[in-house]
């Protein structure tokens, strides 16, 4: 119970007065209140921002455990008792296979950034790290798809993989590849390796950058003694940088497993989740079950159920850089 | 020994061959914003057949009709009010709340902060679905309560400005303000965070001196403690600021009247209602992209870091 004990708040006392101090059980009120006062004051600088956060995360945060167990359409008036249906939500959960492809394709998505995204990264950042002219030109190029908004990104793309118009299409008719033409978010078997891409193109710079600065961290004299030992670059690569990287890389892909998985708005822009399912995320689900099926309670526990997911995802991802840190 | 010559050929090949690689990867960056640029300055006609990133005539007029037409200089300016007041209200709050949490402690004061790093930690990624029901039953209870003050203020207004200014409050006044104090929430936990942590590594011999002067606290916060903390205030400005610019879900479940919509959920309305106008609607990204381009381009060096400090500490 530490946080219950009031910090050290020292009352000061004039000694020129300390004659005329009155008895002790009186100066022991008055300083309590004035330590009130002061404790008072102080809380009244932290008030804003716990009010507007009770409000606005815990009230919510309590909301969805309460919402989950209901079976509520958002219009009627909520009482607890009348919707209270217990686990059923959870177990309708556990045999929806849509919920469970959108996660696969969450989970494909993630797997795509986490090879494809982050070894471009790597290859850049790598790239970058040699005494190369113009590094934060490029560093500035790189940094320009993370800072656009999902919204952007997915409208241009998607008229980039439009069936009719795109760009995509026109320049494989150009180079003669006409026979690969095809509406390619429309198509079931392309729509969710698009829509990956993409999402790898907007989150690569993250990873460069990071890694770009754990790369600059690692002193110059290693390579160079590696170098006169006689080391091969390729020997330097994998005995000099990869183990002092190693706690960068975790870094990173826990990142941007967090960020894959959570992945939405460019789906939801691109493609609404189709054709059919293909492309159907946790989270456009669960904004499918309030908006479109108005299924309150389902959706949040839906939102339970990924919430759950992920926290085991970061924890593992935790512990695991915890030993890699050790060794 | 390595020959020399051979030995510098290879180098310089291989220097080569690391800026084309680097070349092609920006260039792949650049050209869809590029493309995005120059369809926005076609016409409806040529923009499917005219594939040149250089159009012939360059088509201005679709950036105002755009502006005004395709309702995008509303969405601008919501933009730009929801981004200020925003930012300017997560300033002032976690600057409060982390001085509070760093240098003035009241009981439970270490619990309520431990409470904000919990938020930043836990995902939650159902939240919107009671936060929109939190929004609607607050909306419900204020127009009950307009409703009744009603033989109120009939005293005061006519009936007809009474039912102006009900209106007013439930389509403008109340959703603005409930999404500002939705964003104002998104934004906290990690401004208060990375603020608390640079005024605990803050000397206070400063505040010290101050509070010997006769300052309160309130003055020493304002004179002493902000000015201090640029940087740290700098950083948090400029996450929230691409934070707020670039929302898309909590403005789509909270404002539903055009007039109230910032750009990313114009876009979308935009782009549900003409799905054809290709021009109209690049012009629209564009116009959206590039305050964000330039002010990331001017203060590249510390939208970088601190972009990837928020994201680290998340």
């Given at each position: 119970m530490n946080w219950l004990k009031p910090g050290k708040k020292k009352i000061k006392i004039n000694p020129a007065m300390t004659d005329k101090i009155p008895e002790t059980a009186v100066l022991k009120r008055k300083m309590k209140i004035a330590r009130a006062k002061s404790y008072l004051e102080n809380f009244s600088f932290a008030f804003p921002a716990i009010l507007i956060f009770s409000v606005f995360y815990i009230y919510p945060f309590l909301k969805v455990f309460q919402l989950s167990v209901c079976s509520w359409n958002?219009?009627?008036?909520?009482s607890f008792g009348k919707f209270y249906t217990g686990f059923t939500n959870f177990k309708e959960i556990l045999r929806d296979g849509i919920w469970w492809r959108s996660m696969w394709h969450a989970a494909y998505i993630t797997i795509i950034a986490l090879t494809l995204q982050n070894a471009l990264a790597l290859a850049l950042a790598l790239a970058c790290d040699?005494?190369?002219?113009?590094r934060n030109f490029y560093r500035v190029i790189f940094f320009i798809p993370p800072v656009l908004s999902e919204v952007v990104v997915g409208l241009i793309w998607q008229w980039i993989y439009?069936?009719?118009?795109?760009l995509l299409n026109y320049a494989l008719n150009n180079f003669g590849?006409?026979?690969?033409?095809?509406n390619w978010l429309s198509d079931p078997n392309t729509a969710l390796t698009c829509v990956a891409i993409v999402h790898s193109w907007k989150g690569f710079g993250w990873g460069f950058i990071i890694l770009l600065a754990g790369l600059q961290t690692i002193p110059r004299q290693l390579y160079e003694a590696a170098k006169v030992d006689g080391a091969s670059s390729w020997q330097i690569f994998r005995n000099v940088t990869i183990p002092l990287m190693i706690p960068v890389f975790v870094l990173v892909s826990i990142l941007t497993i967090l960020g894959s998985m959570q992945v939405f708005i460019l789906i939801y822009t691109m493609t609404g989740g189709g054709p059919g399912y293909h492309t159907e995320v946790p989270v456009t689900r669960i904004l499918a079950s309030m908006?479109?099926?108005?299924?309150f309670g389902y959706a949040c526990a839906e939102g339970i159920i990924f919430g759950l997911v992920l926290l085991v995802l970061s924890f593992t991802q935790k512990k695991i850089s915890e030993r890699v840190k050790q060794v | 020994m390595r020959d020399g010559r051979t030995y510098r050929i290879k180098r310089r090949a291989k220097g080569f061959i690391i800026y084309i690689f680097l070349s092609i990867i920006a260039l792949t960056c650049i050209f869809p914003l590029v493309w995005m640029f120059s369809s926005s300055l076609k016409t409806q006609s040529t923009i499917f057949s005219n594939m040149s990133?250089?159009?012939?005539?360059?088509?201005?007029k679709n950036y105002y009709i755009a502006w005004t037409k395709g309702g995008f200089g509303i969405y601008f300016l919501n933009s730009l009010f929801y981004t200020a007041v925003v930012v300017f209200g997560i300033v002032i709050v976690s600057s409060w709340a982390a001085y509070s949490f760093s240098r003035?402690?009241?009981?439970g004061s270490i619990l309520a902060f431990n409470m904000f790093l919990a938020a930043m930690m836990i995902p939650l990624p159902g939240s919107f679905v009671p936060l929109y029901v939190l929004v609607n039953n607050i909306r419900k209870v204020l127009m009950v309560f307009l409703n009744n003050s009603n033989p109120f203020l009939l005293k005061f207004l006519s009936q007809a400005s009474v039912d102006q200014l009900f209106a007013f409050t439930e389509q403008q006044l109340y959703p603005r303000v409930a999404y500002i104090f939705c964003m104002i929430n998104v934004g906290l936990s990690l401004s208060i965070y990375i603020l608390k942590t640079f005024f605990d590594k803050m000397p206070s011999e400063l505040e010290d001196a101050a509070r010997i002067d006769g300052c309160s606290k309130l003055g020493i916060w304002w004179n002493v403690a902000l000015p201090l903390s640029r940087p740290a205030i700098a950083v948090i400005v400029i996450f929230n600021t691409l934070n707020v610019w670039n929302e898309y879900i909590l403005a789509q479940l909270i404002l539903s009247e055009k007039s109230t919509m910032p750009l990313q959920r114009g876009l979308m309305v935009f782009q549900g209602v003409y799905v054809t106008q290709y021009p109209l609607l690049m012009a629209g990204l564009t116009m959206t992209v590039i305050p964000i381009l330039i002010v990331y381009l001017i203060l590249q060096k510390y939208i970088i870091k601190g972009m990837t400090a928020g994201a680290v500490v998340g």
């Open positions: 958002g219009i009627d008036a909520f040699k005494e190369i002219k113009a439009d069936g009719n118009y795109g590849l006409s026979n690969l033409i095809h908006v479109a099926s108005s299924r | 990133i250089i159009p012939d005539q360059p088509q201005w003035l402690k009241f009981p």
